[in-house]
């Protein structure tokens, strides 16, 4: 069974930075694409940012685009959420996500998911 755990979210200024980390356990790492969405209080969970099993590949929502950056290390069985420039808006529990592919693509739906961990962003 795949477990998916979350880390590294927390409060911070506007402008300030985040990193999270989202640590993969129960399967071969590198057989998973991963996906990270948000859910905002009183919104629906939104997509986020994607990579390919390889790292090689990666999508961007148009509203983190050039201030998040999505990564991962296969050999530490761990993916990567940088988030910079925070805004208020940008306030929500953030999803890590797992699909298995045959395909070194990102993905648009997934499997398992995380217990999610919260980014406050103040003014």
């Known amino acids: 069974q795949v477990q998916l755990v979350e880390s590294g979210g927390g409060w911070v200024q506007a402008g300030g930075s985040l990193r999270l980390s989202c640590v993969l356990s129960?399967?071969?790492?590198?057989?998973?694409?991963l996906g990270w969405f948000r859910r905002a209080p009183g919104k629906e969970r939104e997509f986020v940012a994607a990579i390919s099993r390889s790292g090689a590949t990666t999508n961007y929502a148009d509203s983190v685009k050039g201030r998040f950056t999505v990564s991962r290390d296969n050999a530490k069985s761990t993916g990567y959420l940088r988030l910079n420039s925070l805004k208020v808006e940008d306030t929500a529990v953030y999803y890590c996500a797992a699909a298995s592919t045959n395909w070194d693509v990102p993905l648009d739906e997934y499997d398992f998911w995380g217990q999610g961990t919260q980014v406050t962003v103040s003014s």
């Open positions: 129960g399967r071969t790492f590198t057989r998973y694409a």
